[in-house]
């Protein structure tokens, strides 16, 4: 009599799972590989651009100033908060209001994925900041620009950059 050694089954993965796992994983690194760290003059020279010297009232220095405090220019910054929301982006915008992940409740009083935020290009990221500001607090919206921005002199920020 032959003894047979009992061995578990090999689960065979269907080609779909292994598809939707690959292109998963490819999007996050093209998302990364997208990430752009901004110098100072070249943000203000972007942000100017977009329009946002002097809106709603607050100098290009006050949003040079809000950048470098909240992700140190960096367009894919990204910070977990305890209640599962996430702050995206170049102005760390929180994805419990402004923008959505998919995987939690959103107002999403911006209409965007908060990946959009993470983008070089800044587009989505200046739509939505502007939308932000239109509110009673204005950039106060941003714990950030309150403790390190609001009423100092912030001249230093856009100094030597031509705009």
Sequence with gaps: M?????APRRQLRS????????ISLLSCLLTFS??????????VKALNNFGLEGYRGYSLANWICLAYFTSGFNTAATDHEADGSTNNGIFQI???RWCT???MKS??????YCADLLKPHLRDTVICAMK??????????????????QGKDLSDWVDGCDF
């Design 34 to 43: 997208e990430a752009k760290v901004y110098s100072r003059c070249e943000l």
């Design 15 to 22: 080609p779909g799972n292994v598809t939707l796992t690959l």
């Design 132 to 149: 932000i500001v239109q509110g009673p607090k204005g950039l106060g919206n941003w714990e950030a620009w309150r403790r390190n921005c």
């Design 94 to 96: 929180n994805s419990r």
């Design 2 to 6: 032959e003894s047979r050694i009992w």
């Design 107 to 112: 107002l999403n009083l911006c209409r965007m």
């Design 101 to 103: 992940n998919l995987d």
